[in-house]
């Protein structure tokens, strides 16, 4: 569970606090060191790093020809970047790397809401989230680079995601695989939304 603080000072201010911690739970780690690296689609081991010099090193190591995820947003190491030395250690701070990854993010989701002409009900939220967890989580939306591609701008209706009646659906046993390790406020809670009532999500 990501501080309340950490995200109020660090993640994009464009994206609600409870979509940001959303959005962690489904994509990324507990650990801001983490690293995760994959190559033609199966995962590598890699050593677990002890420092976040260690942990730059084996990125550096790794990124070339495969797909290295770095940090608690697991965002993808090298994007933009010519070359491996560019690669500075704030990737794993835990401030950096969520300001990062939220911002990246952000801009995927309003891809995806342009995608869907840029819907003003917010109950498509659920949708428009659960596209963009898999953009990130595959890199393309709609045959489109999303790390590469130009943030088309505007802002994304996120008020549905915060509604009671989600929250009801969590506590009668909607996200089983979201453990809860302490309490949390009811308005921070809603977007564990249930998608199973939004187009047939399982």
Same mark, same amino acid.
């Given at each position: %569970?990501?501080?309340?603080?950490?995200?109020?000072?660090?993640? /994009?201010? #464009?994206?609600?606090?409870?979509?940001?911690?959303?959005?962690?739970?489904?994509v990324g780690s507990d650990d801001p060191l983490a690293? !995760?690296?994959?190559?033609?689609?199966?995962?590598?081991?890699? @050593?677990? *790093?002890?420092? *976040?010099?260690?942990? &730059?090193?084996? +990125?550096?190591?790794? &990124?070339?020809? #495969?797909? +290295?995820?770095?940090?608690?947003?697991?965002? *993808?190491?090298?994007?933009? %970047?010519k070359d491996a030395s560019e690669l500075k250690a704030d990737l794993v701070? @835990?401030?950096?790397?969520?300001? %990062?990854? !939220?911002?990246?993010?952000?801009?995927?989701?309003? &891809?995806?809401?342009?995608?869907?002409?840029? @819907? !003003?009900?917010?109950?498509?939220? *659920?949708?428009?989230?659960?596209?963009? +967890?898999?953009?990130?989580? !595959?890199?393309?939306?709609?045959?489109?680079? +999303?790390?590469?591609?130009?943030?088309?701008?505007?802002?994304?209706?996120?008020?549905?995601?915060?509604? #009671?009646? /989600?929250?009801?659906?969590?506590?009668?046993?909607?996200?089983?695989? %979201? @453990?809860?390790?302490?309490? &949390?406020?009811?308005?921070?809670?809603?977007?564990?939304?249930?998608?199973?009532?939004?187009?047939?999500?399982?």
């Open positions: %569970m990501l501080e309340a603080a950490l995200i109020k000072e660090c993640a /994009d201010p #464009s994206l609600k606090p409870a979509i940001v911690e959303q959005f962690v739970q489904a690293i !995760t690296v994959k190559s033609g689609g199966r995962l590598i081991l890699v @050593p677990k *790093p002890k420092t *976040p010099e260690e942990a &730059i090193e084996i +990125v550096r190591d790794n &990124i070339g020809g #495969s797909v +290295v995820r770095v940090g608690l947003t697991q965002i *993808p190491a090298g994007i933009g %970047m701070d @835990p401030c950096a790397n969520l300001r %990062m990854g !939220t911002a990246m993010f952000s801009k995927i989701l309003r &891809i995806v809401a342009k995608w869907y002409g840029n @819907p !003003t009900s917010e109950e498509v939220f *659920p949708q428009l989230f659960d596209d963009a +967890v898999h953009a990130w989580q !595959t890199g393309t939306f709609e045959g489109e680079s +999303v790390f590469q591609a130009k943030d088309p701008g505007g802002a994304v209706v996120q008020r549905r995601a915060l509604e #009671s009646d /989600d929250v009801a659906g969590v506590e009668e046993g909607g996200y089983s695989e %979201m @453990p809860e390790e302490t309490p &949390i406020k009811p308005d921070d809670t809603g977007i564990r939304i249930d998608l199973t009532r939004i187009g047939g999500q399982k």
